[in-house]
């Protein structure tokens, strides 16, 4: 390339640069500091526990790291209303899962919730999570302030799980798109770790292991 093409090139691309870093840097002023993502282990880097109960065990305390996520958290309290944020802050405006937990007449949670994640204009939330099925976890399904033990044994408990035996659970978890919607929350919140594909894994491997708990 000659010297004044190499020059041109410089004189365009050069404010790009600029302004790129400009951009980067206000944003990450702004953004709110959001926890790191963590990673999730496959469920085959379990194989070589051979003890069967123990590895059982193993893949569910790393199908934890997502289970006890703010992501699925926020939706599965035990007051009946949801709570928000990496630090399960009460949801602004107060709101209540309501007779069906969809919240309450006149103010259900699709009023403000639509059918996917909705953009905002400003910086403080960035974005509003949607989802055709947005609604609070009944009471039985309560997960916040529980161990994974206690979470663990009523997650398999008919009474509590919604009658679901474990091929439901392991379909609920591995393709539902509520459960999904915590890889793609939204700008301005982190994923759950890893990916649901991932997650179904650890749930199969766990279930076909025995499904056996952690002690509570
Ligand atoms: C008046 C509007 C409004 C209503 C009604 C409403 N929400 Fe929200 N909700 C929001 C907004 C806005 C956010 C995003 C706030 C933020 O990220 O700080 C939010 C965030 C959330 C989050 C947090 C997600 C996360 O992980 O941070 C959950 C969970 C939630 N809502 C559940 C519900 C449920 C369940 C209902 C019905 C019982 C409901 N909301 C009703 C406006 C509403
Ligand atoms: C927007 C709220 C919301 C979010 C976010 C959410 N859930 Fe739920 N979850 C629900 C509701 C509502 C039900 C009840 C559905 C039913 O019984 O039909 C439910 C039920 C379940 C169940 C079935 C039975 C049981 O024993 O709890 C499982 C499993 C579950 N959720 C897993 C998850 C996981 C894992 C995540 C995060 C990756 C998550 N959920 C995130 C609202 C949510």
Redesign the pocket.
């Known amino acids: 390339m000659k010297a004044d093409a190499i020059l041109a090139v410089g004189i365009v691309v050069a404010p790009l640069v600029l302004c790129a870093a400009v951009a980067w840097a206000q944003e990450s002023a702004t953004k709110p500091s959001a926890m790191p993502v963590v990673p999730l282990k496959a469920a085959s880097d379990f194989e070589s526990i051979t003890d069967q109960g123990k590895r059982s065990i193993a893949l569910f305390e790393e199908a934890g790291k997502v289970l006890q996520h703010?992501?699925c958290l926020?939706?599965h309290p035990v007051e009946r209303?949801?709570?928000?944020?990496?630090d399960l802050h009460p949801?602004?405006?107060e709101?209540?899962?309501?007779p069906a937990?969809?919240?309450?007449p006149g103010?259900?949670?699709n009023?403000?919730?639509g059918k996917v994640n909705s953009m905002t204009l400003g910086d403080?939330?960035?974005?509003?999570?949607g989802d055709g099925h947005?609604?609070?976890a009944p009471a039985s399904m309560a997960w916040q302030g529980k161990s994974l033990g206690e979470i663990c044994e009523q997650l398999k408990d008919l009474k509590r799980n919604g009658n679901r035996d474990l091929a439901k659970i392991s379909h609920h978890m591995g393709t539902d798109t509520l459960v999904g919607w915590a890889w793609n929350?939204g700008a301005?919140?982190t994923p759950a770790p890893g990916t649901q594909k991932q997650f179904g894994a650890l749930i199969d491997a766990w279930i076909a292991s025995g499904a056996a708990c952690p002690k509570a």
Do not use: K
């Open positions: 703010p992501r926020n939706c209303s949801p709570t928000q944020g990496d949801h602004v405006p709101v209540a899962g309501g937990n969809h919240g309450l103010m259900p949670c009023s403000c919730h403080t939330v960035r974005s509003i999570p947005w609604a609070l929350p301005g919140r």
